[in-house]
């Protein structure tokens, strides 16, 4: 997964099909219409489908929550989200693609809009990287649990995955597992040895 840059925390977004989301099988927008293959996929995944009336929901929010002159920019670059969760077509593993797509945005939205509380980010040292600020910032009431980890001007969503010790988040190409104190970083084919700046 491409990490994003800062400033490119704008709100993407999800078409609104009024009234869809509330049925408990079927996703936001209309299964009986023609689809492609991967809403075809969101229509017959119960899991998925859940997930796009999530991200239904917290858009609702995001435009009750926005400012007026924050509308617009939101309802324009919720086709661009439509466009990239689509590239998911092209991944070689099309249902973890789309999931991703779809969680990672329903944090940034919640983030963007101030449905969370943003909890202080953590800072870390990492050997051989010191002159980059990396932070993490961990967020305990997405689901699942996770965390905007910032190194430098770049940013992506992990989420919490299973570690015998400690705390393990992990995206495409992105891993942060801290315990006690220390850190390893994977960072889009680097590796790193941090310590909490706490």
């Known amino acids: 997964m491409k990490a994003f840059e800062s400033s490119d925390w704008v709100v993407w977004g999800l078409a609104l099909t009024c009234g ?6 079927t996703p936001s927008f209309d299964c009986s219409k023609d689809s492609s293959d991967l809403e075809k996929l969101i229509c017959t995944d119960e899991a998925l489908a859940a ?11 995001a435009l009750g929550s926005l400012p007026s002159e924050e509308l617009s920019t939101l309802k324009a670059t919720q086709r661009g989200w439509i466009k990239g969760r689509d590239e998911c077509s092209k991944a ?17 939205l919640q983030i963007q809009s101030g449905q969370l509380e943003v909890p202080s980010a953590v800072g870390y040292t990492c050997q051989g990287n010191e002159g980059t600020p990396v ?4 967020y ?3 689901d699942p649990p996770s965390a905007v ?16 010790s ?22 889009l084919g680097r590796s790193y040895e941090c310590k909490t700046d706490r």
């Open 20 to 25: 869809a989301y509330a049925q408990s099988s």
């Open 51 to 61: 997930l796009d009336r999530k991200m239904a929901e917290v858009f609702e929010k």
């Open 92 to 108: 070689d593993d099309l249902r973890e693609c789309v999931e991703y797509s779809y969680r990672s945005r329903i944090v940034e």
């Open 135 to 138: 932070f993490a910032t961990y």
């Open 140 to 142: 305990t009431e997405t």
């Open 149 to 164: 980890i910032t190194v430098g001007n770049e940013q992506v969503i992990a989420f919490r995955s299973p570690s015998g």
């Open 166 to 187: 400690g705390a393990k988040y992990a995206a495409d190409d992105v891993e942060l597992w801290e315990h006690q104190g220390t850190a390893t970083l994977e960072w």
